[in-house]
């Protein structure tokens, strides 16, 4: 794992697009990884300014979301369809049909069937992770198997806890997702992990130095090639002095 910091989140934002504006340069069709929450804001603002300053083109990219809620129409306010349209895909000249999110909606078994065979024709080149606070990427909670694919999970409560800020009340915040198992992410071949504020120090320091284990799941990234975590001296105040 390399691991750098940045003094503030700007700095960060900007790093995490380069890595994307790289790929997406170097590849005739490349395949993104994306993800949603508050964690990736700041990095599609900066791929936005870098598609109006022409610098990057997204004519022919293919993008993979993480996840989905369940319970929720995509048209909803606090689905993910909308969150990546509304601060993403709209501002950028990619095909929305190559823009997928799973199928949160009807049949949740074919709908991860879909996606993992969607996910084996199509390897993603580079992948964008946060970390939640009891460690969980994606919404793979604490104890899912490493070696899980797409599949309906039951969120923790914490990961609502979490969450709630997006919605009126915990109440609304739905109680199962659609989200890539742990095996999916281990398949891209680049993966960037962005972990910001004192929060998640406790689950960063886990993950690096800890065992790996399926009670935290971030630490199945220790067995992966080539993984990038962008932090804050916040996120990293338990690893250095």
Excluded: W
């Excluded at 501002?91 to 823009?99: G, V």
């Excluded at 039951?154 to 742990?182: C, Y």
């Amino acid at each position: 794992m390399e691991i750098r910091i940045f003094e503030n989140k700007e700095a960060l934002s900007r790093a995490a697009a380069q890595y994307f504006i790289e790929v997406i340069n170097k590849n005739h069709k490349p395949v993104l990884g994306l993800a949603t929450g508050s964690t990736p804001l700041g990095m599609y603002e900066k791929l936005i300014e870098a598609y109006n300053d022409g610098e990057v083109n997204f004519k022919n990219v293919k993008t993979y979301n993480l996840d989905e809620y369940c319970g929720i129409d995509s048209n909803h306010e606090q689905s993910y369809r909308t969150f990546m349209n509304t601060n993403f895909f709209n501002h950028i000249n990619i095909d929305l049909i190559n823009t997928n999110i799973p199928n949160a909606s009807g049949d949740l078994d074919a709908a991860c069937e879909l996606y993992n065979s969607q996910l084996n024709e199509n390897e993603i080149d580079i992948q964008v992770l946060g970390i939640g606070t009891n460690g969980h990427i994606a919404f793979n909670e604490p104890g899912t198997p490493f070696g899980s694919k797409t599949h309906c999970i039951e969120l923790d409560q914490k990961t609502r806890e979490d969450n709630a800020r997006f919605f009126n009340s915990i109440d609304e915040v739905p109680t199962h997702a659609i989200t890539m198992g742990l095996a999916n992410i281990m398949k891209a071949k680049k993966i960037i992990l962005i972990a910001i504020g004192a929060q998640k120090a406790e689950a960063l320091r886990k993950m690096i130095l800890g065992d790996v284990t399926e009670e935290m799941p971030a630490s199945i990234l220790q067995f992966h090639p080539d993984v990038v975590i962008l932090t804050d001296r916040e996120a990293v105040k338990t690893l250095i002095k």
